[in-house]
């Protein structure tokens, strides 16, 4: 019954506006330090964002892969459909009430606590690949670490290379305006290539479960492509609620430090993405912002923002496990 055509189709739905929605929630952050600094126009920024975030999204699979056969092999679940419908509506339930809060949640979380929740309430904890959690887990843990450190390091970097030049500040931030339209190019299209390959995995996830595919390392390009333009158009549509918060709520933004948060983060997704992990691009970028507002002063980071960001960096996983085992149970019941 869960195998049927209805089934499916309401699987490449749900995985499509969870595109859509991560479109405007976390590709938001891509562009915010860009829109903050009137580095770009909004408009022109959300265009360029869309544009790069469904270029990245065609070009890289290696996250999908992880996403649909890392958590839990989708072959041997007999409620694998109903599980990643479960999943997809926790996770979309999550991001529209964190996107509605204007805090900066991650979507990855959601989707993997999400998977998690909807996996055990159905099959049990012997299910869950608890090899390939952690390594998911480890990823999204050291990511936001790393970010942080590195915008700290790559700000200082920055300084002493202009102190020393004594190029006045106001020329400083003036070549580096220039400079962050590149950057935020490079923060999109590494955005694309790691978040939107998360719907594609639960896509191919649900699509082996229901025997359409023989395994998880296969993603066909129509998954490819409606993921691609489903990011995009979210994208188009804009995230104004979180742009405030990543581009002038967590630190003061100038054009340097906009560009060198967007440089440190987009390496570190891009590296992630390589290696075929999934990361919160919304704490790497949060993370490389508030690393970069250290390095200038400490106290000039807002850390109350901060600490609400780092709560729901913990909360959202758990959280979305238990909304998804939830719908589970009650979808359950229904069908």
Not at 95 to 122: E, F, Q
Not at 180 to 188: E, F, G, M, N, P
Not at 267 to 272: E, G, K
Request: charged share 10%; proline share 4%; glycine share 8%.
């Amino acid at each position: 019954m869960y195998t049927s055509l209805p089934f499916i189709i309401a699987v490449v739905a749900l995985a499509v506006f969870f595109d859509f929605i991560n479109g405007f929630h976390d590709t938001a952050n891509a562009i915010a330090t860009t829109v903050s600094t009137k580095a770009l126009p909004p408009r022109i920024a959300i265009i360029m964002a869309a544009v790069m975030n469904f270029v990245g999204a065609l070009t890289f699979t290696g996250v999908a892969k992880t996403i649909g056969g890392k958590i839990a092999d989708p072959a041997k679940l007999e409620y694998g459909v109903l599980i990643v419908i479960s999943a997809l509506l926790a996770a979309i339930l999550w991001n529209l009430i964190t996107w509605w809060y204007g805090i900066p949640s991650s979507s990855s979380h959601a989707l993997i606590g999400s998977v998690v929740g909807a996996v055990l309430v159905s099959s049990g904890s012997q299910q869950i690949n608890w090899g390939g959690f952690v390594e998911i887990f480890e990823a999204l843990i050291l990511s936001p670490i790393i970010a942080l450190v590195g915008g700290y390091v790559l700000m200082h970097l920055f300084y002493l290379l202009f102190r020393k030049v004594a190029t006045p500040p106001s020329k400083v931030n003036r070549r580096f305006r220039y400079f962050q339209i590149l950057t935020a190019a490079l923060q999109s299209f590494t955005h694309g290539t790691n978040d939107a390959q998360k719907a594609m995995g639960i896509i191919v996830f649900a699509l082996v479960a229901a025997d359409i595919l023989q395994d998880a390392n296969t993603i066909p390009f129509w998954v490819q492509l409606s993921c691609a333009m489903a990011m995009g158009l979210g994208t188009s549509v804009g995230g104004w609620k979180i742009i405030k918060t990543v581009g002038g709520k967590i630190t003061k933004i100038e054009p340097i430090n906009g560009a060198t948060a967007d440089l440190t983060s987009s390496s570190i997704i891009f590296t992630f993405t390589q290696l075929g992990l999934p990361v919160s691009s919304t704490h790497v970028i949060s993370s490389a912002i508030m690393g970069v507002g250290s390095a200038k002063r400490i106290k000039g980071v807002n850390w109350g923002v901060a600490k609400r960001i780092i709560i729901t960096w913990f909360i959202t996983l758990p959280i979305s496990a238990v909304i998804a085992a939830l719908i589970y149970y009650l979808l359950h019941l229904i069908f």
